[in-house]
């Protein structure tokens, strides 16, 4: 049946058993769609590419009602414009709805990164797509995303820039991993246009005296007992719930010996947490001083160790059956964490704002101010890229300043002529040979 389509025309189009199509007598393949449930809808029927062999398509438009005639009319007539131009506008529609979601690829994106990172990095991006990115952009097609969501994401996290930061960068690698597997164009990787928030250095380097304090307060920890962190403490201390509070929530309790002793070690050796907490005693040697640690952030990692850490490790006692040096609740397993341990010392030190981490930056900067050199602390640290120890620079500033001091008075009184320059310190050159006098003058 054809007719030119009208809204009077479709208005009498009468409801049958069976779904029929009437087409429009002016652009070829414009129809509309009758149902048995009374429905109307706008299509058009083409071929995809030339001559009687090639396939054909419907492209729908959408409902009678929720679209007119005439806009029908004018999408019918735009859609035949692409299919001249040998478009096939049914495909590609279909090919978009069925185009995967950050969250449909995500998961063979995080798959790739547990094959090929480590389980620590591996399982923080894994939380960070959970947390962050699904909520913002899971439903997004992936081919669709554009500078300007990724963007947004970022500017939402404003407050928090060095997550912000961290999140744009796994945005990265994710889109990246996209192009890799054609899921979108080469080169048109959204993240890489949001530039990242600057961020502050968290670096925290403890005094001499802020070190005294923590060792007081980890010897009470480990003979006498200190009381819990304000935020570890069982609450609420008021209140109906009250009475069912443990009255020894808040009595002084004599810390784990293991996590104490790893807080320790920590700050005499600049380790990881990690590191340190999963260290085997059968990965040290005390002949060589050294300790092979065979997984690390830099991989595999063999580090000096100081005498007094040695000492520290001598004093340890070994629980039966177990290879660790720190271990946990059962011989097969390391100490899982030392976080309450330290929240509680640090707290009884008056070290509030001090990081677990920043033991290892004091490390650093005690080396340093002895007179230690830039490669010597990656040595020590166990860095592999010399840009990692390069933050630690200014380290050295009080030295230089006082090697300049030092230098520039010399020659000050030198030029005052206080002091008398002997050959020792400042050398006098000696008298060309009558060689070097020739080579002189016929230069």
Do not use: C
């Amino acid at each position: 049946m054809a007719t030119k389509l009208t809204k009077r025309v479709i208005d009498a189009l009468p409801v049958r058993p069976t779904r029929y199509d009437v087409y429009d007598t002016e652009i070829p393949g414009f129809a509309v769609r009758v149902t048995p449930d009374g429905v109307k809808s706008f299509s058009l029927l083409y071929r995809a590419g030339t001559g009687r062999s090639a396939p054909k398509r419907r492209m729908t438009f959408g409902r009678y009602g929720a679209l007119t005639v005439d806009q029908a009319r004018k999408l019918a007539a735009a859609t035949s414009a692409e299919v001249a131009k040998g478009a096939d506008p049914a495909a590609n529609r279909t090919a978009a709805q069925n185009a995967p979601t950050l969250s449909t690829l995500g998961a063979d994106f995080l798959a790739d990164v547990e094959d090929r990172r480590k389980p620590t990095t591996s399982g923080e991006y894994a939380r960070l797509w959970k947390k962050h990115v699904v909520p913002a952009l899971g439903t997004h097609r992936v081919a669709a995303v554009t500078p300007a969501d990724v963007a947004r994401l970022h500017r939402s996290m404003l407050k928090k820039p060095y997550l912000a930061n961290r999140v744009v960068s796994l945005l990265g690698s994710f889109f990246t991993y996209a192009e890799r597997q054609g899921v979108r164009a080469k080169h048109t990787n959204p993240a890489h246009e949001v530039k990242p928030y600057k961020e502050k250095s968290k670096e925290r380097f403890l005094t001499q005296a802020e070190v005294v304090r923590l060792g007081e307060a980890l010897t009470r920890a480990e003979k006498i007992g200190i009381p819990p962190a304000p935020k570890r403490r069982r609450e609420p201390k008021t209140g109906p719930k009250a009475k069912h509070r443990p009255k020894s929530a808040d009595t002084p309790k004599k810390s784990n010996p293991f996590a104490v002793a790893a807080i320790r070690f920590l700050l005499l050796t600049g380790w990881r947490e990690k590191e340190a907490l999963t260290v085997r005693w059968a990965e040290l040697n005390e002949k060589k001083g050294t300790a092979t640690l065979p997984d690390t952030k830099t991989d595999k990692s063999v580090r000096t160790i100081g005498a007094p850490a040695w000492l520290l490790l001598a004093d340890l006692s070994r629980l039966a059956g177990s290879p660790f040096v720190f271990p946990g609740r059962t011989p097969d397993q390391p100490l899982v964490e030392i976080n309450r341990t330290w929240d509680a010392v640090r707290i009884a030190a008056k070290l509030n704002d001090v990081r677990l981490h920043d033991l290892r930056h004091s490390f650093a900067s005690v080396n340093a101010s002895s007179g230690g050199s830039l490669l010597m602390i990656g040595k020590l640290l166990g860095h592999r890229d010399t840009a990692t120890t390069a933050k630690y620079a200014h380290l050295f500033d009080d030295a230089v300043r006082t090697a300049a001091d030092s230098t520039s008075t010399t020659i000050s009184e030198w030029l005052a002529g206080k002091q008398e320059a002997t050959p020792d310190i400042l050398p006098t050159p000696a008298e060309p040979s009558q060689g070097q006098q020739l080579a002189l003058v016929s230069k």
